[in-house]
T-cell receptor
Framework: DTGVSQNPRHKITKRGQNVTFRCDPISEHNRLYWYRQTLGQGPEFLTYFQNEAQLEKSRLLSDRFSAERPKGSFSTLEIQRTEQGDSAMYLC??????????????FGPGTRLTVL | GQNIDQPTEMTATEGAIVQINCTYQTSGFNGLFWYQQHAGEAPTFLSYNVLDGLEEKGRFSSFLSRSKGYSYLLLKELQMKDSASYLCAVAHTGGFKTIFGAGTRLFVKA
């Protein structure tokens, strides 16, 4: 169990560019979550997968944001036509739906996005 | 709608006890989490309460009252390393969509 990993850890981009982030959850976890966090705030829910199915997506997410989890393992989050307001830490978390502590979400280290 | 309220900041002394309160208003409640987050790091799990009552885990305890929409995190024998943000979060039924509060920044002083 190597924990949740995210790549890249940091991304600096110019406004209008597209960016893609990757999350590799803990291998036996079937639930995967994406959050966005800005300074002084708690994580803001973006979307949630159970296996490969995207079951919930925040209404706060504009059409510029899309997430996939094609084989029920790793996930990608893409932001198109980035805006300065997209600058934030993007956190991925995973959890299991069985076993002891099945609701605990394990967070990755995050990808810090800076849009210039 | 959904709303989670917790104090913005608290200060306590090393060795003391501190209680961080959280009130919530939400639909489809499926449990309440507490997470700890040190500056620049990812949140780490502390507790999950789904039934009313107190759950104790070492120096940390968490309490839930579903009828009152209220929870607290109790930290005993405070240590300097407990200086961090403490996040209250509510899980929703049906998909475990989790809504976080803004967090309470705890400062532990010597």
């Amino acid at each position: 169990d190597t924990g949740v990993s995210q790549n890249p850890r940091h991304k600096i981009t110019k406004r209008g560019q597209n960016v893609t982030f990757r999350c590799d959850p803990i291998s036996e976890h079937n639930r995967l979550y994406w959050y966005r966090q800005t300074l002084g705030q708690g994580p803001e829910f973006l979307t949630y997968f159970q296996n490969e199915a995207q079951l919930e997506k925040s209404r706060l997410l504009s059409d510029r944001f899309s997430a996939e989890r094609p084989k029920g393992s790793f996930s990608t989050l893409e932001i198109q036509r980035t805006e300065q307001g997209d600058s934030a830490m993007y956190l991925c978390a995973s959890s299991s739906n069985t076993g002891v502590g099945y609701n605990e979400q394990f967070f990755g280290p995050g990808t810090r996005l800076t849009v210039l | 709608g959904q709303n989670i309220d917790q104090p913005t900041e608290m200060t306590a002394t090393e060795g003391a006890i501190v209680q961080i309160n959280c009130t919530y208003q939400t639909s489809g409640f499926n449990g309440l989490f507490w997470y700890q987050q040190h500056a620049g790091e990812a949140p780490t799990f502390l507790s999950y309460n789904v039934l009313d009552g107190l759950e104790e885990k070492g120096r940390f305890s968490s309490f839930l009252s579903r009828s009152k929409g209220y929870s607290y995190l109790l930290l005993k024998e405070l240590q300097m390393k407990d200086s961090a943000s403490y996040l209250c979060a509510v899980a929703h039924t049906g998909g475990f969509k989790t809504i976080f509060g803004a967090g309470t920044r705890l400062f532990v002083k010597a």
